[in-house]
């Protein structure tokens, strides 16, 4: 087994196996009926190029003889930072048919993220772009390689590779099948009850979460949105938001519209004119996106340049879409959409096709499967009375148990029988249909991209000039929330946002989505009468302090 992971009670492995949620297939075992199965059709499409079912099976098989021959090893980790890219799609499916696990990680990441994942995993290999947006990955590979030893490759997709990295283009056009069988890979096919994926949480705490999602539960995640939502031979699935998330990844996203005979369009940036141009080029016809792209759309003012009407359905998730943005949907985008409040923990509530349009506008949806367990409990886990909000629990088929290696923060993350405390306040609107009302966790939504407000204030509380700071959310018209540093310096010194932000780039090396947008310089904090700083009332500040702004503008 592999150590570090929470497996599933014995007694949920024979039910969920008894009905039929999990059928001891592996991500590999599917990827194999369903190139088998769908061969000279068109699996993926980026970049002006489309590959079909056979060509992707092929390229898959000789990255994963390579990778093999190269010494990566089933229940090996990986870090897998590819953007939207063929390449991303041939080193997972190559990966996970090894079963080597890979950390989704995202292009965004930093020295301080990637050096965490390879450290904290052990992780063998770290897979990266030569060029993205004008920053060396190999550079900050070779820096996270120095602290993480474990990390015994980098592989790089690309023109620009750099000596002591691997090319995944030079790989891919060597037949190593000539020389190796590819039969010989069915030797390190995985055990479909240990981890095949590892997704990434915002996490409430200093660092993020590793989310180990076992074979069995994660291809019946896709397997059980694609049917419900109806996914076909037919569906054209356009991932403009990066691939690696869960919600691009498996809801229903790459592995369900694959998995269907459909096909997949690799957008490689959110901007509005290429994601309009793909949905007209590549006649998409499904989307995830966050509510924040869809407002972006809708208010371009191009958009009536762009033939969209190939599009039927926008899944709207990650973060909370409101009632007025929703109802602007079909009349301004054409299309219908299906609400989605998910977690890559598990567990997805999902709006239905044919749901009435109060149920549709109003609630973020119902649990996918019979066995998926809800309660909204209060302060005391006691369940409220139906109707009522409280905090959102959850267990089931697709829900982990446990975040990996993290048995001390799982006693409070998870209830004593196994129930994840989602740290969202819901309520039960219809039914099984639940409502999205707030949240108790720590963290900032910045347009579905969540940040972890310990772990940005541990970096702010690094800076020699700040004595204490909070970081909280802002509103925001079109990401829903932006990040607020509320600071406080040491001697009164001055500070200024350009500055903090340069330190946390430069010196902490993180993410830049993680970056505060705004500092707000205070003389002292307002706390609770526990004594922590009271952070409801900071953004109770900051939201009047940015509408009397706005009044003013
Ligand atoms: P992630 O694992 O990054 O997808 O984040 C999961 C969290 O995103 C959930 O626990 C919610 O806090 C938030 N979230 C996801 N979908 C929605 C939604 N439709 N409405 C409100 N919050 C959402």
């Known amino acids: 087994m592999m150590q570090g992971h929470v497996p599933y009670p014995d007694e949920f492995v024979k039910r969920y196996r008894e009905k039929g949620y999990w059928l001891d297939k592996t991500l590999g075992d599917d990827f194999d009926e369903f190139t088998g199965k769908y061969k000279n059709r068109v699996a993926v499409s980026a970049a002006g190029k489309h590959v079909t079912y056979s060509e992707m099976a092929k390229n898959v098989n000789r990255l994963a003889l390579h990778f093999v021959e190269k010494g990566l090893r089933t229940y090996d980790t990986a870090i897998l930072q590819l953007p939207n890219e063929l390449e991303f799609i041939y080193c997972f499916f190559a990966l996970v048919k090894i079963g080597v696990v890979p950390i989704m990680s995202l292009p965004a990441h930093r020295d301080a993220e990637i050096t965490f994942f390879a450290q904290f995993a052990g992780a063998k290999a770290h897979f990266m772009p030569a060029s993205f947006k004008d920053f060396s990955h190999q550079e900050m590979s070779r820096q996270a390689r120095a602290k993480a030893p474990s990390l015994e490759f980098g592989f790089v997709s690309g023109k620009g590779v750099e000596p002591g990295f691997i090319s995944i283009s030079e790989l891919l056009a060597d037949r190593i099948e000539e020389r190796i069988h590819v039969e010989s890979l069915k030797r390190y096919r995985p055990n479909p009850m240990e981890p095949g994926v590892i997704q990434l949480s915002g996490g409430t705490t200093g660092v993020p979460k590793l989310i180990a999602r076992i074979h069995n539960d994660y291809t019946l995640n896709y397997r059980g949105i694609a049917k419900e939502i109806n996914v076909t031979k037919d569906t054209v699935t356009g991932i403009a938001i990066p691939v690696n998330h869960n919600f691009a990844l498996a809801c229903p996203g790459v592995l369900g519209t694959l998995y269907h005979g459909g096909r997949v369009v690799l957008i490689p940036t959110p901007r509005n004119d290429v994601v309009l141009q793909a949905i007209q080029n590549e006649k998409i016809t499904l989307m995830p996106t966050p509510p924040a792209l869809l407002i972006r ?37 054409g299309c219908n959409y299906f609400q989605n409040l998910g977690m890559a923990e598990g567990m997805a509530f999902w709006s239905r096709p044919g749901d009435d349009e109060d149920l549709l506008l109003n609630s973020q949806g119902a649990p996918l499967f019979d066995d998926d367990e809800i309660r909204i409990v209060d302060e005391n886990e006691r369940d409220v009375p139906y109707g009522e909000r409280g905090e959102l629990l959850v267990r089931g088929p697709n829900t982990i148990r446990g975040y990996f290696n993290a048995p001390e923060y799982n006693k409070k993350a998870f209830t004593a029988d196994g129930f994840y405390r989602t740290g969202d306040v819901v309520r039960f609107y219809k039914g099984r249909y639940v409502s999205v009302e707030g949240r108790i966790k720590d963290t900032i939504n910045r347009g579905a991209e969540k940040i972890s407000a310990e772990e940005v ?48 780039k430069e010196e902490r090396n993180i993410a830049t989505f993680k970056l505060p947008e705004r500092l707000e310089l205070v003389t002292s904090f307002p706390m609770t009468n526990v004594g922590k700083i009271d952070k409801k009332e900071l953004r109770r500040i900051i939201a009047e302090k940015l509408k009397k702004e706005e009044g003013r503008s």
């Open 297 to 333: 759309w809708m208010e371009d003012p191009d958009l009536a340049r762009y033939d969209i009407s190939s599009l039927e359905w926008v899944i709207a998730g990650g973060a909370r879409l409101n009632a007025e943005v929703a109802k602007k949907i079909k009349p301004v985008l």
């Open 457 to 504: 204030e541990n970096h702010i509380l690094a800076h020699p000039k700040v004595e204490n700071c909070a970081f909280i959310a802002m509103p925001d018209h079109v990401l829903g929330e932006k990040g607020c540093a509320f600071v406080l310096t040491r001697d009164s010194r001055s500070l200024t946002l350009d500055e903090l932000n340069k330190f946390l």
